[in-house]
């Protein structure tokens, strides 16, 4: 694989202690630049991919969940099945390296770069495939059935192992951070990403806009129909939610019955829009909640929008709690109003 280098190859170890640092200290898009990026650099090849079975985007939420606005990790590969990538996966017990081939190798190259000589090292943890790394060169002598693999198949461990841990942490963070019932964010993950979202409007000169909202009358669901009945209603509330709002939007279960939707880069006309279309999607056809119960629910919103201005002495913290205690206030006119409305907080 490497010729005419000795056993211990200092860019084989260089690489090996990046992935192995990814491991423990990276987010897992860090990781992925390190086995990508950064395998590249380290072996001088001309491209490097990664292909990764994820057939219920499970790995691409998480993606999603830690960074919203970043792009997937180009060189990255995402399927649903190996074999739709390549015929060569069901066969793959290790690290294969031949000529370039484009029916075999062609959905596993997508950066742009043709190869004339690849190396593919299949990545599998307790048994099961996880995907692929795989090298690309421009030299058609670098990789070919000739050359020893055990370097190869190592590190294809080492990768291998180091995936399944820092996607296990990303799923230990995401459950710290997430509603159980809802599947949404809790109130940890708001504390802990809106004065980011503030710092960012405030250099940027934009607004930043919520959207408080509660079941109305939801205590009398629980009384009447029991509490799995209101669990449900909660889940279905928070479905139709979600089909509103953007992947950018910070959505949380704020407690009990209430509902909060944080809008970065969105001025009050826009939350105002969204609101109404949130509280449509909520009434407009009964909720399912058992074989025999169908229930009309309405909710109650509060909008208010800022313009974060200069950090004081705890950051941003005491400007996201005003503003949310704001439309916290809106949200109770909207009750006091009649319910099932919207109801903006006074300047």
């Given at each position: 694989f490497l010729p005419n280098k000795p056993v211990v190859d200092p860019s084989f170890c260089s690489a090996k202690k990046n992935l192995v640092g990814g491991r423990r200290g990276c987010s897992t898009a860090g990781l992925f630049d390190n086995l990508v990026d950064g395998l590249a650099r380290s072996y001088g090849l001309d491209t490097v991919t990664l292909v990764l079975l994820d057939p219920?985007?499970?790995?691409?939420h998480l993606l999603l969940f830690n960074n919203p606005t970043k792009p997937l990790p180009e060189g990255v590969i995402f399927c649903d099945a190996l074999d739709a990538v390549s015929p060569i996966y069901p066969k793959l017990?290790?690290?294969l390296l031949g000529p370039y081939l484009e029916d075999r190798h062609g959905a596993m190259f997508t950066m742009g770069v043709e190869p004339k000589s690849v190396a593919v090292l299949p990545l599998s943890r307790h048994g099961k495939t996880l995907g692929s790394l795989n090298f690309g060169s421009r030299d058609a002598p670098r990789f070919?059935?000739?050359?020893?693999?055990?370097?190869l198949a190592h590190l294809a461990v080492i990768a291998s192992f180091c995936l399944e841990n820092n996607i296990?942490?990303?799923?230990?963070i995401w459950a710290g951070l997430t509603d159980v019932l809802t599947g949404w964010h809790n109130r940890r993950y708001v504390d802990a990403r809106l004065p980011e979202e503030f710092a960012l409007a405030a250099r940027n000169g934009q607004h930043v806009s919520f959207l408080l909202f509660d079941l109305d009358h939801f205590k009398?669901?629980?009384?009447?129909?029991?509490?799995?009945?209101?669990?449900n209603v909660l889940r279905e509330v928070a479905r139709r939610v979600q089909k509103e709002i953007r992947l950018s939007d910070v959505a949380a279960r704020w407690g009990g019955e209430e509902f909060l939707v944080v809008l970065p880069q969105t001025g009050l006309k826009d939350a105002l829009?969204?609101?109404?279309?949130i509280r449509n999607a909520v009434c407009a056809t009964p909720i399912r909640a058992n074989e025999q119960t169908a229930l009309t629910v309405t909710v109650s919103i509060g909008a208010y929008a800022t313009m974060p201005g200069k950090p004081e002495a705890d950051g941003y913290d005491k400007q996201v709690r005003e503003a949310i205690n704001r439309a916290d206030q809106a949200m109770y006119a909207a009750k006091d109003g009649g319910r099932n409305r919207v109801s903006i907080a006074p300047d």
């Open positions: 219920e985007h499970e790995v691409r017990v290790g690290p070919t059935r000739y050359h020893a693999t055990d370097f296990n942490r990303s799923r230990l009398q669901v629980n009384d009447e129909h029991g509490h799995e009945t209101g669990d829009q969204l609101a109404e279309r």
